[in-house]
Structures are given as structure tokens and as C-alpha cells.
């Protein structure tokens, strides 16, 4: 996995990412003997935390010219790594190897054991790639970065070279896949065509604990309350917010948006409002990071949840909102339609339009009727969705399935590194 997972907690390492993989790892590890691998920045023997054992593969990140230099070259892991990874293999001779994501180099041990592997599609970066300037022009972000990240080569041109690569690594990957999970529309879609040879399984999410609690009650007051979770990255769409933003203010809609994730002083906020040539509203309120109680209190607290990314597969903030029966509008992008019945549990809009966002709130204002109700076919068909005990046994017959599944390379068919 990409993330030290629950043991987060005995690394006395603070994140609010990787969630859904603690969800999972926690209800797991009551069923399995399971076992974790993942980078971590310091060189740390393997340990027992709880009912999982975990596999630290070191990743050296430390030191300015270290990170100065994989800045400048644009460097991803090396697979040579994959050597760290086959040692971990052989020591826990696993039944089966889960390898969640396709972005980082784990992939591609499918290439050299005989265990049966299932790789989870979390993204798709031969798809992100192709959206990552979809919003805001590459020269734009060339022209209005700031100084420092120019010099430190840290702002977006620089991750766009990064994520190139890790491009080619992924299609490789799942070239190589024999069995994939997923779980939208979108990435099934996306396998056919990228991995066609693998059996393709479908698994969904379990989320958070603490939105399994707590139901949507919230009436309309004179202001109108608007909440998104995202990120500080150039293809998750702020400008259309930004724009949207604008759109209402013209409109003299009365509201309030509060957007979780990003800080006022983000620099992606800074280019996309220059690009755009306006003025940023008075009425967006950035509150930067946000724990699980934070983000729920905000959710429970609108009036509508936006999601504005110009391309995902499941966006886990968005499933957050539907399982608490909030009215959601989220852009058609990626696998969001899996989730969304538009006019039914939530709505749909374009891609990057701001002004069909900014209209799809105003219908649900006028509408608030409808809008309840979709809150409330979103939280029931939600609740189905994200059951965690049908997860957990729908992951355990994919185990079982691939474990007992005739591998179709002979061990001596395996080449050695």
C-alpha cells in the first residue's frame, strides 16, 4: 500500500489521507493473517502492531540536496526497489498479494512470483494525465507560480514531468495484471482497454467509520450553505469553484462556501484566480485540513455538497456526503456517475462548467423539497453500497477465487531480476 495504514498510529505519524485503507485493513485483519508493506522515510525493521504485521520499505527523501536533486530530475521510485519488495514476499509467503494502486512500483513484483496477485485500481494517471491542464493552462501555471517553487522545482509543471512517468510505469502494470478489482463503471472501462487479459473483480469502498454515523437534517436559512472537500492539485478542478463562485456573487445569491482541504494561501488558489482574471469571492472560506469529525461536522452543517474535480474514480469525499444523505452536485467525471443517479440521488454537471454548477445550486435551492429527497435516496442506496460486513466477504471470495484460480505462468516461466 502507499500509506503505513493504521500503524499511522504507532508511527505517531497525524494524516487525514489513506483512510479508506485503515477502513479496510481494520475489518480485514479479523478475517485474514495479514500483512503490510509500504514506503516509509526512515529505516525501521518490521513490527506487529494490533493483529497486523507491517513491512517499512525505506524511501530516502531525506536531505536538501537529496530532494533538490529528485525535484530537478523529476525522479519516481527506482525498481530496483522491487528487490526490497520480493525479500518482504519471501518472508511472509503470502496466499495472496493485494496491491492497492497503480502509481507506485508495487505493481510490478506481479511480474516476477508465482503468488497470485490482485492489484485495486485507486486512479488511473494515463487518464489524469490527459485532464491535468483541463482547467488551467500550462503556461499559466509557468507564468504565475511563484519564485520559490520555480527555483525549488515544486510547483505543477514539475509534477506534471513526474507524473509522466509514473504514467509509463502504470500502463506496464496493469499490462502485466491478471486480476484487477475495482469498483465504477470508469475503471472497468478503463482495464478493458489498458489491462485486457485480467479478470476483472468488483469490490467497493468501506468508508470512514465516523460517516457511518449521523444523518443529514439540515433546513435552508436565509444563507445559503455550500461545502467541498479537495485538494491543492491543478486537475481537481478549483477554478471552476472559483469561477462558480463569481457566477453567484453576480447573481447575488446569499451563501457560503467552505471548502475543506486547501489553504487560502495554497498557490494553486493564487494561479487559478489569476488565470481566471477575477476577483476571489469574499464568500469561499479555505479551512485547509480537516480531520474526519471536522469534515463531517461541515458536511452535516450545509446545505448542499459540491464536488468540482475535473476527473476521479470514486471520490471518497463525495461518498462521505451521499452515506450522510446530504444533496450532492458533482461534474460527470471519471466514476462519479456509479455513484450518482442524476436527478435521482444527486445531480450531474459538466465537467469544468461553472455556470450549469452555479445553476444546478440555484435549482436545488428553489427546490429544496427535491433536494431533501435526494439526499435521502443518496444516504439509502449509500448505505447498501458501502455495507461493511458484504465488503469484507465479497474481498474474501476474490482471495479464495484467485487463490484457487490455475496461474497461467509455470514457475520456471518467471524471469529473476
Known amino acids: 500500500a502507499n500509506t503505513p495504514c493504521l500503524s499511522e498510529e504507532y508511527l505517531n505519524k497525524e494524516s487525514i489521507i489513506g483512510g479508506f485503507l485503515k477502513s479496510i485493513e481494520k475489518v480485514m485483519q479479523q478475517k485474514v493473517d495479514l500483512s503490510i508493506a509500504f514506503y516509509y522515510n526512515k529505516r525501521l525493521a518490521p513490527f506487529k502492531y494490533g493483529k497486523t504485521t507491517y513491512f517499512p520499505v525505506f524511501r530516502n527523501q531525506n536531505g536538501l540536496f537529496s530532494k533538490l536533486k529528485a525535484r530537478v530530475f523529476n525522479q519516481i ?19 495472496v498479494i493485494q496491491i492497492h494502486g497503480s502509481e507506485c512500483p508495487f505493481g510490478l513484483v506481479q ?8 492489484l485495486s485500481i485507486q486512479g488511473n494517471l494515463s487518464v489524469y494525465e490527459l485532464k491535468f491542464f483541463s482547467g488551467i493552462p500550462s503556461f499559466d501555471i509557468f507564468k504565475y507560480a511563484k ?19 509514473q504514467s509509463k510505469r502504470e500502463k506496464k502494470i496493469l499490462e502485466i495484471s491478471n486480476n484487477i478489482i475495482g469498483r465504477t463503471h470508469w475503471d472497468r472501462r478503463i482495464t478493458k482497454i489498458l489491462s485486457p487479459n485480467a479478470q476483472y473483480y468488483h469490490n467497493d469502498e468501506v468508508l470512514k467509520e465516523t460517516f457511518y454515523k449521523g444523518e443529514w437534517r439540515n433546513k435552508l436559512g436565509d444563507t445559503l450553505n455550500l461545502f467541498t472537500t479537495n485538494a491543492a492539485n491543478i486537475y481537481k478542478g478549483i477554478e471552476t469553484l472559483i469561477y462558480c463562485a463569481h457566477i453567484l456573487d453576480n447573481y447575488n445569491i446569499i ?10 494561501n ?29 469534515l463531517k461536522e461541515s458536511i452535516l452543517n450545509c446545505n448542499i455538497y459540491l464536488g468540482i474535480s475535473h476527473i476521479e474514480n470514486s471520490p471518497n469525499s463525495l461518498c462521505e456526503a451521499l452515506i450522510l444523505g446530504v444533496p450532492c452536485i458533482a461534474t460527470f467525471a471519471g466514476g462519479t456517475s456509479t455513484f450518482i443517479d442524476d436527478g435521482i440521488n444527486g445531480i450531474l454537471i459538466q465537467d469544468g462548467d461553472p455556470y450549469s454548477l452555479a445553476g444546478a445550486i440555484v435549482e436545488l435551492k428553489e427546490n429544496y423539497i427535491h433536494a431533501i429527497n435526494m439526499g435521502i435516496n443518496a444516504r439509502k442506496k449509500a448505505l447498501e453500497r458501502h455495507d461493511k460486513n458484504k465488503i469484507a466477504e465479497d474481498l474474501l471470495k476474490i482471495y479464495y477465487g484467485i487463490s484457487i484460480k490455475k496461474h497461467s505462468m509455470n514457475e520456471d516461466q518467471i524471469p529473476l531480476l
Open 77 to 95: 521510485e527506482p525498481e530496483s526497489d522491487i528487490k526490497e519488495f520480493l525479500k518482504i514476499i519471501e518472508e511472509v509467503k503470502p496466499d
Open 111 to 118: 511480474d516476477y512470483t508465482s503468488i497470485p496477485c490482485v
Open 147 to 165: 519564485f520559490k517553487t520555480r527555483i525549488f522545482f515544486t510547483n505543477d509543471l514539475n509534477r506534471f514531468k513526474r507524473f509522466k512517468k
Open 255 to 264: 451563501y457560503n462556501w467552505k471548502v475543506a482541504g486547501i489553504k487560502s
Open 266 to 294: 495554497d498557490e494553486i488558489v493564487r494561479i487559478a484566480t489569476k488565470s481566471l482574471k477575477i476577483k476571489l469571492s469574499k464568500n469561499i472560506e479555505f479551512l485547509g485540513p480537516a480531520d474526519d469529525n471536522k
